[in-house]
């Protein structure tokens, strides 16, 4: 039997790098190698094509400069990117990502960033800004990460939520809904990065995947997550 | 008015000593309240006006060089040396140091303030020069984005009325607007010297930003080892001894010395020379403890993926056989340690070195080497313990060295720590 392999891209690593985020690139990238799978990890920015072989596509917060940057170039990739996701490929997309990849974001000034619609929402600049040690309690567990944003975010439907708030914001800091999931297309607040402290969400992002590529059911190697326990443990139990 | 706060703030700088704490932020924070133009008043009547320093990395060692190197020229320098750059430190620094009858005996100031102080403090005193060190990401769930600072730095450098020292090498500082009238002068690094400074830009790019050179430099650093730097300054290229080692400080040197330039322009070559030579790292910036077992500790301060990344180098420069990361995620070390993500630890990949981590997010730390390919030894999250372990590993070493890299609250109490292993530490802790 051949290897099996994995083809990661990073999403605009120039533009939308701030919170460490690139780190979830990393960790798949090492959690897949641990397990002798091949990976190639592709960083996709402004004008580059979306590799229609992606089997994990990534995204990061940005500052607003950023964001700005990325829009129009974003929709040149709009069509790719629906492909992909209806396709079924993982997307894992972070904070100011995340938010682009809804409907829209209103900036403070009334301006309307479009987004590509992935994800059905729609974005506010808020007034207040949400930050702290956050826990969501998540169809695979409660996750443990960190918020930094002002946007205030509001779901179509709630249902589509990919956890609810435990300790923190999360969307809104109202509805107690937190991040979005459609298909694979996994959106949140979530920085950490988040894959760090949560490596049962990252092995089911990689497992995912393998299952889309490789049809049967993938079961990946168990690894010794101790040291990610503990900084898990720890981080649940700080304050906000 | 003056003399009632003087009286108010010295008698609570006295009470807090008595009980045995350092005091940096209360005498201030009740004179401000009582007087709120007090520290404007005491400043306007130095001679030679007062110099901020700011910018994410480096305040504190060069606030420490630029007053060393104006003092051997003679000058009487008044300073914020706890490294507590809010204004209501300043004002406390002015409390301690002012005599009873409201005089302050100094030629002139230099404080290092904190980004988003500086501007408060800049509102309230018009420095006569500012340096601009650099802009990185710092702890930004405290000041917001990188942009957001570019521009806090940017009002302070605004608020000089005679001269401002700018890196030429930084993106950000080298776009900003200097009011007309206003002399700038440049430090930097040579072209030659670009693979040993990553720019903000590239510390979050993957790829390498172009080399930025803003205008013509006063001192330009154009090589640096463990043991000395070398300048061109005004073109002639010029040696200096000097035990503050790595890239971090030899720039910070450079800055130090083009502050030297604006101030005093006939300094004695001789005098800066020797007192480079005699320089000692400031208060956990590299500062090298000795145990009274014989081993050599070295605290070394980070706070954001530069420095973290700048500091990692000296790893090229001196051998340690012990390792140490202490993060805490208290308010001044920022809560969010994401950014350990972005901070490359690649050179320590499969390294035989020991590294052991400490701090509340000890495990934070180790996961983030074990996916870079670094092996923990140990983590402690109670620094005591952390401490321990250290030393016993460097006293097993061949060299008998460790080098601990820590966030800030973890680098106070661990220096306090040392307390109890070294007679050397000594001190305010904040």
Known sequence: MSKQNLHIVHLYPKEMNIYGDTGNTLILRRRAEWRDIDVRVSLVGIGDEVPHDADIILGGGGQDAGQDKVQADLQEKADALHKLAFDGTVMLMICGMYQLFGRAFKTGSGNVIKGISILPLETTAGLERFIGNTVYQTEFGETVAYENHSGVTSLDDKSLALGRVVQGAGNNGLDKTEGCRIKNVFGTYSHGPLLSKNPVLADLLLEIALKRKYGESAMLALLDDSLEQEAYKFAKQRPR | ?430
């Open chain 2, 1 to 430: 008015m003056r003399f009632i706060s003087l009286l108010i703030g010295k008698t609570i700088l006295r009470g807090l000593r008595l009980l045995g704490r350092s005091g940096s932020a209360l005498p201030g924070l009740v004179v401000e309240k009582i007087n709120p133009g007090f520290l404007k008043k005491m400043l306007t009547d130095l001679p030679q006006g007062v110099v901020v320093v700011t910018g994410t990395n480096g305040k504190t060692t060069t606030t420490k060089v630029i007053t060393e190197l104006l003092e051997v020229q003679g000058l009487r320098v008044l300073t914020n040396k706890t490294g507590s750059n809010f204004v209501r430190g300043t004002v406390t620094t002015v409390i301690d140091k002012a005599k009873m009858n409201g005089a302050l005996p100094y030629d002139i100031a230099v404080f290092e303030q904190d980004e988003a102080h500086a501007v408060h403090f800049v509102h309230q005193i018009k420095p006569r020069g500012v340096l601009a060190l650099n802009i990185m990401r710092d702890q930004m769930d405290r000041f917001g984005e990188i942009d957001t600072t570019a521009k806090l730095i940017e009002k302070v450098v605004g608020s000089a009325t005679s001269w401002v020292v700018l890196n030429a090498n930084d993106e950000r500082v080298a776009k900003m607007q200097v009011p007309e009238g206003i002399k700038t002068y440049w430090y930097g690094h040579s072209k030659e010297l670009q693979h040993s400074f990553l720019t903000d830009d590239e510390l979050h790019h993957q790829d390498k930003t172009a080399y930025t050179q803003a205008g013509e430099m006063t001192t330009e650093l154009t090589s640096y080892d463990s043991q000395q730097v070398t300048f061109k300054i005004d073109g002639q290229e010029k040696v200096f001894k000097t035990a503050l080692s790595g890239s971090h400080n030899a720039i910070n040197l450079s800055a130090a010395l083009t502050v030297l330039s604006a101030i005093v322009p006939t300094a004695d070559m001789a005098k800066t020379t020797e007192a480079v030579a005699k320089l000692q790292p400031a208060f956990g910036r590299g500062e090298t403890i000795k145990l009274k077992t014989g081993e050599t500790i070295t605290l070394q301060l980070v706070k954001n993926p530069g420095g973290f990344t700048h500091a990692l180098r000296m790893l090229e420069l001196r051998s340690y056989d012990t390792i140490g990361m202490a993060v805490n995620d208290d308010y001044a070390d920022g809560r969010d340690v994401s950014w350990l993500w972005d901070v490359d630890f690649a050179v320590l990949e499969d390294t035989d070195k020991t590294v052991v981590c400490g701090g509340t997010r000890a495990y934070d730390m180790a996961v983030r080497l074990k996916y870079d390919g670094v092996k923990t030894t140990a983590n402690e999250r109670e620094l005591a313990a952390f401490v321990k372990t250290i030393n016993r590993s460097a006293a097993d070493s061949s060299t008998k060295t460790a080098i601990i890299f820590c966030t800030y609250t973890a680098m106070l109490k661990i220096r306090s720590d040392y307390k109890n292993y070294s007679d050397e530490v000594y001190g305010v802790t904040v």
